[in-house]
């Protein structure tokens, strides 16, 4: 009885026990490593976890919406979202050559990561209107609500965040059914629309980054510095890492973005590939955890949007690890819950309210 | 069935479905993990060394710490080279609140130059905020002072100190010591290529000249280092671990500093040299050059008004000692006389007569004697003691040019002494294949007549002229010349310079005598050419004077100083030992264009013998430094 109890408990607060457990571990591994990274900086670490509490609160209050109530907001947060990415580009502010910033007077606002959860809303209730596997019709206006925000972030210019949108309404598609042979002949498209996009789509930083991805040590003191420096960092560390705080390489401040983008670099250092393994087996949980809460959710809304939220924190996770350890280009994404940084903790956790929303409303209704 | 009602959703096949792609997501999830692990394996695990040794290569600096150079003192003890500091003004941009304030107010204690202040300026701008530059250089002790006392008013200015060699005794050794001053490209370049490079990593000089360069790597010592944690810009952290530096071998010189000031004295404003060796070991106990200048104008970069100052018709960069190129002159007659004697041309008694000249058979030309009249009857004695020149003129063209210089070669004429410095040259000791070689032109009979009284093209510096004469004294036995006796590092002492070369060998040893008995009497025959200088001398002298003449006089025609200019005027030599019967030292002088071997040699090498005799040497006042 006891356990009915507290489960009912977690239920009643519309909280998954195992996710937020999962998510707390890491931020608390978080704290210690912001903290390392930053110098020991005990302020920068208060504003950490502040952010870090007002994520949690953000969390549990998006978690208390049912799937109903965020049904009947996505039309309107979509069209809002695509309003401010236009504002964006004509009225917005300038920060490090991108225009990302909406100036509201009180606070500045980035519009882009609005996007980030309103994309694969809208593109799963869309298609979840329907029936699974979508039709023709439906994949071209599922296809549509995901690019017009993507092609307006990338304008930004902001191509980490619009590959993030991009792939999660491409998962909501993927995870709808999307037949494996149109799957495999717009892959073959993609990869046709890479030259094009190489010669005219992309700004020469953004060029720059890729080609130092293949050769950083073409420019060592340019564009290569930052992959040189963390892949010291990583590979110094080795298997059981330098200790906490001991990490030359950031506490030295060769290590350019410790606390931010590289943050996973400070991590290897100290922690080695011991710790490399723990972080990784814990996101793995996560997406584990969250492909499960979205198989078991109620309806395709629920599974679509569960489902694509989960891949799409995947996706934080594999481009970030994999441009600070020189596998992908060196684009502007967080590693998930670990770097410091408000703005990324806020929506992603935003993404895990919705989840455990999503988790919470199965079994209501089963009651 | 399902075509008819096509509003009605299949849940469960909906759920496959998802499900299915769910799972498949998962697997590529994994995948993608499983790559991102592969990578991170092969960069922490089979990379690790690599960037192991990376990240030490990016976090510590070795930071070179200069040794300090090797003292030199001479053979009583006397510092001679020392290391002093020079006190700079130096900054830390970062660490000073209001940099022009600052500068201002600080010129109330510190003359500062327009100058000095924008190079100043300048710097801090190419260089890092916390890295400290010089404001001034070499504040004097004044300055020091009253900085000292305000330095509280002005943070992140201080003075820092850096050892810079100095030269108490000025021009006195100059010619001697040498000096160092800034190492330059060319021979950072040269230390590169000799694996020294590292070892003057933090070197700031280096030795130029005299024995300052030629026992340079035994001066210098061996450099030390500091390894230190650097960040990303550069600013050291903390010091990991320290090697320091092992200082350079200190030099005991044979020379001595009294002497030294005795020859400096005597030269006053003449031009010329001096050596005087130990007639035991070959030490040399004064080595000094006339004019000389002060080597600590060169130790912080010679100006290049004072350099061109250096540069007049005297010639003080020259070493006379063992640059200066001179006829030996009569000083090789003691030689020339045991070479007769061992060829049989003449014995101890043989006399020849001499009418004041010298004629080649069948030939006009007259080789003049130095005494119009003649010396009569002449013996080998009577020919070294009142240096005789139709004497040496008969038996030079009796031996022929090629005994002549066969034997005077095995006296080191001709050839470097293999003193220990770099500045020297081998002269000229003439012979048929020397002219042949220099001339084209094949040697005359009447080339070898002037040889015999060491002129024609015969010449030697006043190293070579004692270096010749230690032997005679030593009967044969070869001590060359050197300036250093031992070199110290700590408690172990290293003797330097004690080797022999092979001696020379007479067939009748008693030869050396009449030569050696000929000079002691050209000082105690009241006839002797150098009587007059050493009357009165409480030890027992002996030598030879010389004067050679730079220019031929035409026949017929007198010699009249006046009439000369003063460079063509004969140069007044002197050689001389003591005591006789167990010789000490050997002199050598040499002064130019003031004629008399007697009255201008001789008398110098008496100051500097009765300085070496006295048993209280004279105290001279030491040169102070400006």
């Known amino acids: ?84 990415l236009v504002g964006v580009l004509i009225f917005g502010v300038s920060s490090k050559g991108a225009q990302r910033w909406l100036d509201l007077g009180v606070t500045r606002f980035q519009p882009s990561e609005l996007m980030k959860i309103a994309v694969p809303m809208m593109v799963a209730w869309y298609i979840g ?38 792939s999660s309404g491409v998962f909501v598609l993927f995870l709808s059914g999307l037949s494996w042979r149109l799957i495999g002949f717009l892959s073959a498209l993609v990869a046709l629309a890479a030259w094009p996009f190489w010669h005219y789509g992309m700004h020469d930083y953004q060029k720059q980054r890729v080609l130092t991805l293949f050769n950083p040590e073409s420019d060592p003191l340019g564009s290569g510095y930052h992959i040189i420096q963390s892949k010291i960092a990583i590979g110094s560390g080795g298997i059981e890492g330098k200790g906490w705080l001991q990490g030359t390489q950031s506490q030295l401040e060769f290590l350019p973005e410790r606390h931010t983008d590289f943050i996973f670099s400070v991590l290897s250092e100290e922690f080695g590939l011991f710790g490399v393994c723990l972080l990784l087996c814990m996101y793995l949980f996560i997406v584990g955890r969250g492909l ?23 996706v934080y996770v594999f481009v970030n690890i994999g441009m600070v350890s020189g596998l992908l280009p060196v684009v502007g994404v967080p590693l998930p819950l670990i770097s410091y940084g408000g703005t990324s903790m806020v929506t992603l956790m935003a993404g895990f309210g919705i989840i455990m929303s999503i988790a919470t409303d199965k079994r209501m209704l089963l009651k | 069935m399902r075509k008819h009602r096509p509003t009605i959703r299949d849940h469960s096949a909906e759920a496959n479905l998802f499900a299915r792609r769910a799972f498949v997501g998962f697997v590529f999830v994994t995948i993608l993990v499983a790559v991102l692990l592969s990578n991170l394996y092969t960069i922490q695990v089979d990379d690790h060394q690599d960037y192991q040794t990376r990240s030490n290569d990016n976090r510590i600096k070795v930071i070179p710490i200069a040794p300090n150079r090797g003292l030199i003192y001479d053979r009583n003890g006397v510092l001679l080279a020392e290391n002093k500091p020079v006190y700079n003004l130096e900054v830390i941009p970062e660490e000073v609140d209001d940099l022009d304030a600052s500068l201002s107010a600080l010129t109330q204690f510190i003359d500062i130059s327009d100058q000095q202040k924008s190079d100043f300026i300048d710097d801090i701008k190419h260089n890092r905020r916390f890295k400290s530059q010089v404001l001034k250089a070499r504040l004097t002790e004044l300055e020091v002072a009253r900085f000292s006392v305000n330095q ?95 200082p350079g071998h200190d030099l005991v010189l044979t020379l001595d500093i009294g002497l030294q000031q005795i020859a400096q004295h005597a030269f006053k404003d003449m031009r010329g040299a001096v050596v005087v060796m130990d007639a035991k070991d070959g030490g040399v106990l004064a080595l000094y050059s006339n004019p000389s200048y002060d080597p600590n104008l060169f130790v912080h970069g010679i100006s290049s008004k004072n ?33 007769a004697l061992e060829e049989g041309l003449v014995t101890e008694h043989t006399t020849i007569w001499d009418p004041g000249f010298f004629q080649i058979p069948n030939v006009d030309h007259k080789w003049r004697d130095w005494k119009r009249w003649g010396h ?43 003193i220990d410095i ?34 024609g093209y015969w010449t030697a510096t006043p190293m070579q002229i004692a270096n010749a004469l230690n032997i005679l004294v030593n009967k044969g036995i070869n001590r060359p010349p050197h300036l250093v006796q031992v070199a110290k ?67 017929g025609e007198r010699y009249d100083a006046k009439s000369l200019k003063e460079r063509h005027r004969d140069n007044a030599i002197y050689v001389g030992f003591a005591p006789y019967d167990d010789p000490q030292i050997v002199v050598s002088i040499v002064v130019e264009n003031t004629g008399g071997g007697s009255t201008v040699g001789a008398p110098i090498a008496r100051q500097l013998m009765d300085y070496y005799f006295s048993a209280n040497p004279i105290n001279i006042a030491q040169n102070e430094a400006p």
């Open chain 1, 1 to 84: 009885m006891q356990l009915d109890d507290k489960r009912s408990m977690w239920d009643k607060l519309h909280l998954d026990l195992p996710l937020l457990l999962a998510l707390f571990t890491l931020m608390a591994a978080s704290l210690a490593i912001v903290y390392s990274a930053s110098g020991q900086d005990s302020a920068m670490m208060i504003r950490h976890a502040t952010r870090m509490a007002g994520a949690i609160i953000g969390m549990f209050v998006l978690a208390q919406l049912s799937p109903a109530t965020l049904k009947r907001l996505v039309f309107p947060l979509y069209c809002a979202g695509l309003l401010m």
């Open chain 1, 129 to 166: 209107r329907n029936h699974l596997p979508p039709k023709a019709v439906h994949l071209v206006v599922g296809f549509a609500i995901v690019m017009i925000p993507t092609l307006l972030i990338k304008e930004q210019p902001d191509l980490g965040t619009s590959i993030l949108i991009a």
């Open chain 1, 292 to 314: 499960y809460i979205a198989v078991n959710a109620q309806d395709a809304f629920g599974k679509l949007l569960a489902g694509a939220l989960t891949l799409t924190f995947f």
């Open chain 2, 152 to 246: 509280h008013k002005f943070p992140g200015f201080s003075i820092e100190a850096r050892l810079a060699r100095y030269y108490p005794y000025a021009d006195t050794l100059t010619h001697a010591l040498g000096y160092v001053a800034k190492l330059n490209k060319k021979e950072l370049a040269k230390l590169e290529s000799e694996d020294q490079g590292t070892n003057y990593r933090a070197t700031h000089d280096i030795g130029k000249l005299g024995i300052e360069k030629y026992y340079e790597q035994l001066l210098h010592g061996q450099v030390g280092s500091q390894r230190v944690e650097v960040n990303n810009r550069g600013r050291v952290i903390r010091t990991l671990s320290m090697t320091p530096p092992q």
């Open chain 2, 307 to 339: 350099y061109k100052a250096l540069l007049n018709p005297d010639r003080p960069l020259i070493n006379r000692t063992t640059q200066g190129r001179y006829a030996p002159a009569s000083t090789v007659k003691p030689h020339l006389a045991i070479l």
């Open chain 2, 376 to 418: 009569g009857h002449v013996d080998v004695y009577k020919a070294i003691e009142e240096s005789c020149d139709t004497y040496f003129y008969d038996t030079a063209y009796r031996l022929g040019i090629t005994k002549i210089s066969d034997f005077m070669a095995q006296f080191g004429f001709g050839d470097l002494t293999g």
């Open chain 2, 422 to 455: 770099h500045e020297e040259t081998t002269a000229i000791l003439p012979s048929k294949e020397w002219k042949e070689a220099r001339f084209k032109e094949s040697w005359w009979r009447g080339d070898t007549i002037s040889v015999g009284i060491g002129q």
């Open chain 2, 489 to 555: 590092q700590e408690n172990q002492v290293v003797q330097i310079n004690n080797e022999e070369k092979p001696p020379v060998i007479l067939k009748d040893p008693n030869h050396w005598q009449i030569a050696l008995d000929a000079m002691h009497n050209t000082v105690t025959k009241v006839t002797g050419t150098a009587h007059k200088a050493f009357r009165g001398v409480s030890y027992d002298p002996a030598g030879k004077t010389g004067t050679a003449q730079l220019v031929s006089i035409a026949q």
